[in-house]
């Protein structure tokens, strides 16, 4: 608040001016003094509560990301004897795997259906069409709904332009073209057109042409039954130009037994828990090659696959948690950290939450998780698992503890931490309160910015309250000026009236 007064004491000579900006300086202490207190308070409050927030919701990701999988300390690894530079197959964990060992051959990839036709100018092909429509029919979906879609073909349209209104379709059919030249300089197409399901099972595409004018192909254009697909003709019928590669599964061999898929992937417990994904054909097998299977006729090598308990990957993600608990709870030690003194006054060097009972309270239930959670079946407790305690609260995490119980019972180790009882479990549903949106600490805030606003609000009013102080006070100080400046007027003419009678005596002698 800037004073308006420029001139004051000016007509009596007197520095009222600074007389009353001190006062309003001294008023302003008084009446702002509790708010201003207020303010700061609130201010490292809310920064607190913020922190504090941020401090649990980064822990909770770390514990959220190992319990979002029930089996998240039963990992395991997989290995195979593929070489490095073969690509026959890849595989994953399942949520049910378990150890196993077994030979692997791919016999089979998946395919779908094609047909594929030849075209050459030197048979008379214009690659001019006549206009009309072909209907594609895919037969039933898995859910028993026909798929069938119509393509258009207008006058004139080449077969560039057929292959790509084909591959227009939501069903997966593709059409795909190469052109060329024979060895007389004819114009050569070979169209391709597969179907979009793989296996056994995928009904057979037919293609139906229907011209738009039935009396018979014009002259120069081609008509649209060279397009046209029967699939009831392929056994016994190879006169109508296509050839025809049926769909098929694929097929892989387990320690001797087939196992199929109608997709390059088995999943679903099909093998021992894994999912496998086929890309090529086992390599083929030489003499010297001990482990083989022979697919009709040709030898394929095998390759031995082995899941194993994966300890390694179980105590990184130990580690981590470790790691995020100790940063979290050095984090809350530094906000609730309580201020020095020296001489009896203090250094304002606590947290923003000095002595803050929340703090303290959610610092002693996520220890209390650890240090009073139920053992397993067997006694086996958190701390058999290489989990120590600090002084300052932090825990210190020994690896070879942990992997010694990892072989002992690996069951035992993921359901005591993130079983549904388990000690991480517990720990993120218990952050959940504090964490999630308009949780515990969303509350706080909500209250803190409600009393920011009052404070504001009294702000305000201050200002106002300064203001006419500052008004009043001017005024009489402003009166006093002009009533001093008056005295002062009326006492300089008596002083010359006094002069004037002095001089006129004098003068009478």
Known sequence: MASTITS????????????VEQ????KKSQVTRQTT??????????????????????????????????????????????????????????SDISNTSFDLAVTQLAKTEKNTRVYSGADGFNNKLEAGTLTFDLGKSDSGKEQTFTVEVKDGDTIETLRKRINKNDYGVTASLVQGKDKDGNSVYSLAISGGKTGDSATQMTVTASPS????????????????????????????????????????????????????????GQIAGLKLTVNQLSEGASDNDTNVVEVNGKKLKTYT????????????????????????????????????????????????????????????????????????????????????????GTLSFYSSDFKKAMEKSPNAVNNLLAGDNGVLTKMDKFLDDYTQSSGILDQRTDRLNQVK??????????????????????????????????YSSSLSNLTSVLSSIKTSSSSSK
């Open 37 to 94: 207190a207020r303010s700061n308070a609130n201010t490292i409050e809310l920064s607190g509560v913020s922190t504090l927030k941020s401090a649990l919701s980064s822990f909770q990701s770390k514990v959220t990301a190992i319990t979002d999988d029930s089996q998240a300390f039963k990992s395991h690894k997989i290995s195979t004897t593929q070489s490095s530079s073969a690509n026959v197959f890849s595989l994953s964990a399942d």
């Open 8 to 19: 004051l004491g000016v007509a009596s000579g007197n520095d009222f001016s600074s007389i």
């Open 305 to 392: 696959v082995t899941v194993s308990d994966d300890s390694d990957s179980s105590a990184d993600k130990m580690q981590s948690f470790v790691a995020a608990y100790n940063t979290m709870v050095t984090q809350l030690a530094n906000l609730s950290k309580s201020n020095t003194y020296t001489d009896g006054v203090s250094n304002e060097d606590g947290g923003d939450l000095a002595g803050d009972a929340s703090v303290s309270m959610i610092k002693n239930q996520l220890q209390n998780m650890i240090t009073r959670n139920s053992s397993t079946e067997d006694g086996m407790t958190i701390f058999d698992m290489g989990i120590k305690f600090n002084k300052d």
């Open 213 to 268: 004018d039935t009396s018979g192909t014009k002259e120069g254009y081609d008509s649209l039954s060279l397009f046209a697909i029967d699939s009831s003709s392929y056994a016994t019928d190879t006169s109508k130009g296509w050839v025809h590669q049926a769909s098929q599964d694929a097929v892989v061999n387990v320690d001797g037994q087939e196992v199929r898929s109608s997709t390059n992937s088995f999943e679903n």
């Open 453 to 486: 606003d009052d404070i504001a609000a009294q702000q305000e009013r201050d200002t106002q309250t300064l203001e006419a102080y500052e008004t009043m006070i001017t005024k009489k100080y402003s009166n006093l000026d002009q009533l001093m400046a008056g």
């Open 23 to 26: 006062l309003v300086k001294l």
